[in-house]
């Protein structure tokens, strides 16, 4: 929730600093891979989202989260098709 705050308030660095960490400590989390991923992909980092993308899409297989893992590859094929 704290992450998403930074992002309305156009912290973008600090929200980035944030999910990571968050992401580090439990990689179970995979809605913040997708938040993650676009935030990434706002601030120009492609490379950097499609790393993050590609390990959401990891742990949701992992955990059998149908939904988030096709959100998550909808959201990667589009960034590779730019």
């Given at each position: 929730a704290l992450g998403m705050e930074y992002l309305a308030l156009g912290r973008l660095e600090e929200a980035r600093e944030l999910l990571e960490e968050l992401l580090r400590k439990d990689p179970a989390y995979v809605g913040s891979y997708y938040q993650l991923?676009?935030?990434?992909?706002?601030?120009g980092e492609r490379e950097r989202a499609i790393d993050w993308y590609?390990?959401?899409i990891e742990q949701a297989r992992l955990q059998g989260e149908r939904k988030a893992?096709?959100?998550l590859q909808a959201a990667l094929d589009d960034l590779e098709e730019d």
């Open positions: 991923g676009g935030l990434l992909r706002q601030m590609k390990k959401g893992w096709q959100e």
